[in-house]
């Protein structure tokens, strides 16, 4: 036979937080960590990295791909130079991307290129651009 408590079962979550005993780290000692960085990340930094910080990154799409010999991901950035000064960094990685030579750790670029430009004129000058990366997995 099962007994009837009138105590809230629940009372516990919406009490104060100071006298739940928590039996893992610390938060502080949590926020201390940072989450590790995908490959993706490392590859959008290095391409903020060409352009000095100018530039915003507005899609990233990734495309896991294998031959009998090689096997690796495709990457396609579209970044985003609003202004004069962010525009002329746009266009610096434009002619910088084809020989540059990125250290991306466990991954040789195996081809950087510019897929598509789009350069507006006017009062706020825009451009966006579409870096394509393919990599290949060392080893």
């Known amino acids: 036979m099962l007994t009837q408590s009138l105590r809230d079962p629940f009372a516990h979550l919406l009490g104060p937080f100071e006298q739940v005993e ?3 780290a610390p938060v502080s000692t949590l ?4 989450p590790r960085r995908t490959l ?3 590859v959008r930094g290095a391409l903020m990295g060409l352009t000095g910080g100018n530039g915003t990154v507005l899609e990233h799409t990734e495309k896991a791909w294998a031959s009998i010999t090689f ?9 985003e130079f609003c202004g004069a000064e962010a525009v002329a960094a746009g266009e610096e990685l434009i002619e910088r991307l084809p020989d540059h030579e990125f250290t991306l750790p466990g991954q040789l670029v ?11 004129f ?4 825009r451009l966006e651009v579409t870096a394509v990366l393919l990599l290949l997995e060392e080893g």
């Open 31 to 34: 926020a201390a960590h940072r």
């Open 110 to 120: 195996a081809d950087a290129d510019i897929a598509k430009v789009d350069h507006r």
């Open 40 to 42: 993706a990340d490392r």
């Open 71 to 79: 096997a690796g991901t495709r990457h396609e950035v579209v970044l």
């Open 22 to 24: 928590v039996k893992s």
């Open 122 to 125: 006017g009062a706020m000058e």
